[in-house]
Structures are given as structure tokens and as C-alpha cells.
């Protein structure tokens, strides 16, 4: 029984993946099959199943908690029409996304869903003032049936995980509603690779099978190894990280000898297209050759015995063929993020020999249109909790006069960067609070925009706590510490050499730093070392700066080894507690705050 198409655009046709193999033509195909494989949905006889049977895959990730549509950039794919521009789509929601993939699944008994990781953390308020509570309640709602964790997973802990897993109300702020405990996920969190120190044993279930009518398909679920680098040092203290590639292997020779041959590997980590149109075919002009990074390597060194990789961590759409060690093409997929694109993959089942025939497959990625009707279920979820945050959420912060871009910037220096980089550094520039002379804010952190436009009844140009909350939702402590001035330079050109060589972590700085990024260097000498000045000032190698920054970065998050050698650490307010601060004291009504200009950093290209 084939899929049966549903009204989405850019339906990819079934893959040829035998053109990749060598197969030159249609009969080549044919007798590269398993015998009767080509047979589908005939039968072999009255009574008798079919041989094989089409299996759909549904698929997203990096959800982060987003229930209702995000907005600005952030709620938006990039499409390429058949002239060849780029039309921006709004989409995302989990109103939308329940109806898109209920619409999906219509016509396809054999249908199972999955997610690639980041399901929750680094959360809007609505989900992440209740500890996530909301976005597993709706993943429930969604019929989930397995989900690899993610690095964001990790944020409040190995113990908080569990209880989003198992259930149970939380254990400071106890239960939200009255006569209510929360029941946890209805599906399984998977976490092959990441270990209890102490025993050695996965903190969570490193795989499930899920079984229809004697169906089989084995999922094993994986976060990026190098998740300790990315996550507060408390999130994942007393765990251990191992290697993707080894762990999934492991595992897939384990299912394999249960009888299990069909197997799709959850992987928290991604790759980057060479477009950021979710319908870019970057199997052009060959199988994978238009996506790099991180999961290139990964898929080419998984065992063929997974047919077919589910990914994420980027925030990119693709959907790919990558080969496998034997060179066989495998299928390699992202949904962007934020719930605004799903992935429909079918993978053809063969009865006898329990496994995907390879050649069959097909994946397409499709829009979580805003076009489409709400799922009321989800709607009345959303509503519930806006209910009870709606003390905090709509409360005004501060106003601004324009969209204040940051995780919608590509550029390196971001006008939220500066904006959040400036409100630390006035907060602990007194000496009674730190004594601050330079603030240096992550990229990463920057969740979101400020978008001028309403998102409620508050009015255009007003910054509610809830949008606040958005931008800055892990609520990380500010730390002062004292550096080097040597130390100093060298954590700048830590942004572009080290581990992040090969993907630039730029960081956001206060004013009156300023500096020379050549981008046609490589490595460390792309940060220009003559032309960084502090107030004007070249910095002295062996004078002694303090520096604010927040606690994951004086922990040595993202690669920042420099900066997690501070010493003289002073603990101060929140990040978001500071950011709330200077918009108030730095706008009103009549006199909002602009967009701050991004002169800091001088790129060459």
C-alpha cells in the first residue's frame, strides 16, 4: 500500500536512490530488488499480505517549546519558487503542526512519528515558565511515539528530565493546577549515548521498537557528543557523553540480534545546507553533495544496518542521501525548527526479510502552514496555560521603536547582541556589583527577536516579560570575573579557532570594544589582535579586566576556555533580570528604544 499524498507542496517524487548506487537503468532496478519486492500491495494470493508494506515516517524537531506561532523571523521558512526568488512562509504553531500531521496521516495505516531532540529547553514562556510541562502535554497531544534527547534536555538536569519522562510535580514549585499531576510523556525519551558516571548505565532507554501487525521498526535515539560543551555545567553534572557513531552501531547490533533489521537512528546533531530554502534539493548535482558540517561524517560512518537518519540541532531543513559505509545511499533529514516544517518520509517494509528496501524510500519536507484550520484540542492547551501565565506574561517591560533583530540577524554582530551586552554591562559596572568594564553575551543565547508588532492586546513597540522571557528564557546567573588582557584576546580569537573553527561562535560585546574580524584569515588571525580597543584603548596583555558574561560562558560554554579561566567570580542578578532592567530605565512610550547601531565589529570578507 503506497503512501497516499496529501495536499502539500513540493511533494519530491520517489527517490532513485539504485541512479546512486550504479544502477543505470529501470530493469537494473527492478533486478537489484529483493525477489517480488516490486510487487507491492499485489499480494500473493486471497488472504495473503502483501510482501511489502509502506511504512510513513513523520518527523520534526527542535520544537524548544513553541507552542503558539513565534514570531517574527523566527516563525518564517525560506521557499524557492519555480522562477527562482525566495518567498518568505509564515509558519510553525502546534495548532497548525497537530492538523498538519493528522492531515498526514489520513490514507496511512502504517504511520509512526518521530523527533529528532530539543523538544523543550530554551522555551517561550508559556512553556517555560512551567518547567516544559505544556510542550510534553501537547507532544502527547501530538501522538509522539519517540523522541531522541536533545542537548536543551539537559538544561535543568538529568533528574528534571526524569521527571518529564516519568511525571510528577515539580519539586519546588509543586503542581500548577488544582487536582492536577503531571502524567510526564506518553512516549519514550531515548538516550543511547549519554551515561550515569557512576554506573555506566544510559540515564534514559537507549531504544524502542515500534510494532504494527508484525511490522517492526527499531528507533535508537542519540544527542551530540559534544552536548557538555553546550550546556551549564550543572545541567550535566555526573553524566558521561560518547560517541555517536559508536553508540548507534552498538545499539543497531543489538536490535539487529533481536530480529529487528529495520532501524532509524534519532540524532541530535545537523548539518548545513548550502541553501536555506526548505525545498533546496541538496542531493544536487549528487547524492549529499549540498549539505557539509557535522552529520556528513556521522551518517558516512553509521552501520548499514540503520536505513535511515533523523536529525536536528541546526535549525536547517534538508533532506538528503548521504551513503553509508558501503556506499549504499541513506536517507538524511531535518524539519528546520520551532515546529514549522514536518518531514514525510516512506519507507517500504519487506515482510520477509524485515527490512527497508533501500531503493524505495522517499522524504519530502513540508510547510506547517498558518492556512490551514487549528486543532481545537491544541488551541484549548494553549489557552489553559496563557491563563495561568498570564499574571507575568503580558506584563510591560519596556517599548521599542523598530524590530530589534537577533536570532533573525545573520550578520555577526546582532542589535540584540549589543542591546543585551550593554544592559549587563550597566548592571555590573558599579563596583558594588561587579565593577564591569566589558560584557561579552553568547550568540547562542539569543533566542529569538524583539518584533515591534504586537503579539497580543499589549500594542505595537511594547516589550512584554513574556517576550522578554523569549529572547533570554534559560535565565542564566551573571557572573564578574577578572581576566587578562591576554586572556581577553585569546577568548576572542577562541570564537573563530578551536572548536569553532569550522562554525565561527561570534560574541556579542558592550560598547566601547571594538575590533577587526577578517574572515579572509583562517583560524585565531582572523580576530585582527592590533585593532581591538577598549574605550579607545589598545589592551594591555598584562592588565587585569573584569568581565562580565553569563554563567555558562564563565563555565567555558561553546568552546571558551579563556573565558571560563576567570578568576575573583562574583555572582549577580539573572541575564533576563538585567535586560528587563534597562528597558525600563532606558524607554518609555513617547521615547522608545531604536534599534542599536552594529559598528563594534569591523568584518572583511
Excluded at 277 to 301: E, H, L, Q, R, V
Aim: glycine share 12%; hydrophobic share 35%; with cysteine.
Amino acid at each position: 500500500m503506497s503512501a497516499t499524498p496529501h495536499p502539500q507542496k513540493n511533494r519530491a517524487p520517489r527517490r532513485v536512490l539504485a541512479a546512486a548506487a550504479g544502477l543505470a537503468t529501470v530493469g537494473a532496478l527492478v533486478a537489484a530488488m529483493p525477489a517480488d519486492a516490486h510487487d507491492r500491495g499485489h499480494g500473493h494470493g486471497p488472504g495473503h499480505p502483501s510482501r511489502t508494506v509502506d511504512v510513513q515516517l513523520l518527523s520534526f524537531n527542535d520544537l524548544h517549546g513553541n507552542l503558539e506561532p513565534p514570531a517574527g523571523s523566527a516563525g518564517t521558512v525560506s521557499e524557492t519558487q519555480a522562477d527562482g526568488t525566495v518567498k518568505s512562509v509564515p509558519a510553525g504553531g502546534v495548532e497548525y503542526l497537530a492538523t498538519s500531521l493528522r492531515t498526514a496521516r489520513k490514507g496511512n495505516p502504517y504511520s509512526v512519528t518521530a523527533a529528532g531532540g530539543d523538544m523543550v529547553g530554551a522555551s517561550p514562556l508559556l512553556s517555560g515558565l512551567f518547567h516544559d510541562e505544556p510542550t510534553i502535554e501537547a507532544l502527547n497531544g501530538l501522538d509522539l511515539d519517540v523522541t531522541a534527547v536533545g542537548n536543551h534536555e539537559f538544561d535543568e538536569g538529568a533528574t528534571e528530565l526524569a521527571r518529564l519522562q516519568n511525571g510528577g510535580c515539580h519539586p519546588v514549585e509543586g503542581c500548577y493546577e488544582k487536582g492536577k499531576k503531571f502524567k510526564g510523556a506518553d512516549f519514550p525519551y531515548l538516550a543511547a549515548n549519554v551515561t550515569d558516571e557512576k554506573t555506566g548505565k544510559p540515564v534514559l532507554k537507549p531504544y524502542t521498537v515500534w510494532e504494527k501487525n508484525g511490522v517492526k521498526i527499531g528507533f535508537i535515539g542519540v544527542t551530540l557528543e559534544g552536548t557538555p560543551n553546550i550546556v551549564t555545567a550543572n545541567g550535566v553534572k555526573g553524566l558521561k557523553f560518547h560517541d555517536e557513531i559508536e553508540t548507534v552501531n552498538k545499539y543497531a547490533k543489538e536490535l539487529d540480534r533481536q530480529g529487528v533489521k529495520s532501524i532509524v537512528a534519532l540524532i541530535h546533531e545537523g548539518g548545513a545546507p548550502a541553501s536555506s530554502s526548505y525545498n533546496y534539493d541538496c542531493d544536487s548535482p549528487g547524492a549529499g553533495d549540498g549539505i557539509s558540517g557535522p552529520i556528513t561524517d556521522i551518517a558516512k560512518g553509521i552501520t548499514p544496518k540503520v536505513d535511515a537518519l533523523v536529525t536536528g540541532h541546526t535549525h536547517q531543513a534538508y533532506v538528503c542521501t548521504v551513503p553509508d559505509p558501503s556506499g549504499k545511499p541513506r536517507m538524511v533529514t531535518s524539519a528546520s525548527s520551532f515546529g514549522k516544517l514536518y518531514t514525510d518520509t516512506t519507507l517500504t517494509y519487506d515482510r520477509r526479510t524485515k527490512d527497508i528496501v533501500r531503493t524505495s524510500v522517499e522524504s519530502a519536507n513540508h510547510v506547517v502552514s498558518r492556512d490551514q484550520a487549528k486543532a481545537t484540542d491544541m488551541t484549548a492547551l494553549i489557552a489553559r496555560w496563557n491563563t495561568l501565565a498570564a499574571p507575568v506574561a503580558g506584563r510591560p517591560q519596556g517599548f521599542i521603536s523598530a524590530d530589534i533583530n537577533g536570532r533573525g540577524s545573520t550578520s555577526p554582530e546582532k542589535p540584540l547582541g549589543n542591546l543585551i551586552a550593554d544592559a549587563q554591562l550597566e548592571g555590573l559596572a558599579p563596583e558594588d556589583k561587579g565593577g564591569a568594564v566589558v560584557a561579552f553575551m553568547n550568540p547562542g543565547g539569543i533566542r529569538s527577536d524583539l518584533v515591534y508588532a504586537a503579539s497580543g492586546s499589549e500594542g505595537d513597540g511594547v516589550v512584554t516579560y513574556g517576550e522578554a522571557f523569549t529572547v533570554q528564557p534559560f535565565t542564566n546567573m551573571m557572573n564578574v570575573v577578572d581576566l587578562t588582557g591576554a586572556q581577553l584576546v585569546a577568548a576572542l580569537q577562541q570564537q573563530v579557532s578551536g572548536s569553532n573553527q569550522a562554525s565561527p561562535k561570534i560574541l556579542q560585546v558592550s560598547k566601547g570594544l571594538t575590533y577587526t574580524l577578517d574572515m579572509t584569515k583562517s583560524g585565531a588571525e582572523r580576530v585582527v589582535a592590533d585593532t581591538i580597543r577598549l574605550n579607545g584603548e589598545a589592551i594591555d596583555p598584562a592588565k587585569t579586566y573584569r568581565v562580565a558574561m553569563n554563567e555558562f560562558l564563565a563555565g567555558g560554554g561553546d568552546g571558551f576556555a579563556a573565558l571560563g579561566a576567570g578568576t575573583n567570580k562574583l555572582v549577580g542578578p539573572s541575564d533576563l533580570d538585567l535586560f528587563n532592567t534597562y528597558l525600563a530605565a532606558h524607554s518609555t512610550a513617547a521615547a522608545p528604544l531604536d534599534p542599536p547601531a552594529t559598528d563594534r565589529i569591523t568584518v572583511v570578507r
